[in-house]
């Protein structure tokens, strides 16, 4: 079984920063694609940042130039350094990553997604 384990939100003021950490775990063949989504109260859930397994990056627009992907495929993780926070990135910020799982003969791919973790930006 499969899943991602999300820690580091908080509370925090406004031009701080925080670190968001995920880890997958279970019978794992490869991860493509790892990312961070968030969603505020009442809006939809919406691309933070990916990363691919190569190091490929791409970020939203409203966080580019504050926030920062990075993945260890060895460890199975990704990380999500934010800084200069706005009240405005106050969500619950939600890991995901599309993993590749082996049976006898076949591999197969899904998203899979952490539990979420609350980020609170005060002003």
């Known amino acids: 079984q499969v899943q991602l384990v999300e820690s580091g939100g908080g509370l925090v003021q406004a031009g701080g920063s925080l670190r968001l950490s995920c880890a997958a775990s279970?019978?794992?063949?490869?991860?493509?694609?790892m990312g961070w989504y968030r969603q505020a109260p009442g809006k939809q859930r919406e691309l933070v940042a990916t990363?691919?397994?190569?190091?490929?990056?791409n970020y939203a627009d409203s966080v580019r130039g504050r926030f920062t992907i990075a993945r260890d495929n060895a460890k199975n993780a990704v990380s999500l350094q934010m800084n200069s926070l706005k009240p405005e990135d106050t969500a619950v910020y939600h890991c995901?990553?599309?993993?590749?799982?082996?049976?006898?003969?076949?591999?197969?791919?899904?998203?899979?997604w952490g539990q979420g973790t609350q980020v609170t930006v005060s002003s």
């Open positions: 995901n990553a599309e993993i590749v799982t082996a049976t006898l003969d076949q591999l197969h791919e899904m998203d899979y």
């Open positions: 279970g019978s794992i063949f490869s991860i493509n694609d």
């Open positions: 990363i691919t397994r190569g190091g490929s990056t």
